[in-house]
Each structure stands twice: as structure tokens, then as C-alpha cells.
């Protein structure tokens, strides 16, 4: 089992930041990445970014390519998410989510909310 905490959300101001953060405990080997979804009131939830745990190399959703940066710290297990330009349609439920590559499975968090006020 993988526990995930989430922090960091909030309201914000359009074009204002936001830093999210997720940790990881117990059984977090062999962890094959980490990453963001997102779910907005009536939509499906959606991709956000990614980050492979051992290589570091990410991949972002085109709608926050160049506005949101996600990071890790291998040795805390914990994922970030610095957000940065946000814009009213970032308005959604952040989903924490880890991926544990033996056997394949995805573990999520809580949610934490993000407003984006116009």
C-alpha cells in the first residue's frame, strides 16, 4: 500500500502562482513515476503532468506546457507541482497519483482544491 498526502492548494488571483506537494510513504519501491491530474467540476478527470522517478524526464498536458513545472525529491519520496500564469480554466480538484511499476498498479491522493479567480 501507498499512502499519498497532498498540500498546497487554494484561491488564487488569475496570472498568480501556486505550489503543490505530494507525499509518498510505505511501500514506494519500485515507483515508476509520479504526477498531477486534474478534475474540474462536471469533466473528466485529466492528464497533467508526469515525472519518471528514476530518470526525471516529464511530460506536461499542451495546456500547461511552459506555465507549470513538475519536480521531485527522491529522498523525501515527494512530488511538486509549481504553477505558475494560472488561468481561471486551471480551476479544478488536484489528484496526487503514483505509479508502482512491480506489480503495476496507481495509487491516488485526496485531491486538493485550486480556484483561480478572473
Known amino acids: 500500500q501507498v499512502q499519498l498526502v497532498e498540500s498546497g492548494g487554494g484561491l488564487v488571483q488569475a496570472g498568480g502562482s501556486l505550489r503543490l506537494s505530494c507525499a509518498a510513504s510505505?511501500?514506494?519501491?519500485?515507483?515508476?513515476?509520479m504526477g498531477w491530474f486534474r478534475q474540474a467540476p462536471g469533466k473528466e478527470r485529466e492528464f497533467v503532468a508526469t515525472?519518471?522517478?528514476?530518470?526525471?524526464?516529464?511530460t506536461y498536458a499542451d495546456s500547461v506546457k511552459g506555465r507549470f513545472t513538475i519536480s521531485r525529491d527522491n529522498a523525501k519520496n515527494t512530488v511538486y507541482l509549481q504553477m505558475n500564469s494560472l488561468k481561471p480554466e486551471d480551476t479544478a480538484v488536484y489528484y496526487c497519483?503514483?505509479?508502482?511499476?512491480?506489480?503495476?498498479?496507481?495509487?491516488w491522493g485526496q485531491g486538493t482544491q485550486v480556484t483561480v479567480s478572473s
Open positions: 497519483n503514483a505509479r508502482i511499476a512491480t506489480p503495476l498498479y496507481d495509487y
Open positions: 515525472i519518471r522517478w528514476t530518470s526525471g524526464s516529464t
Open positions: 510505505g511501500r514506494t519501491f519500485p515507483m515508476y513515476h
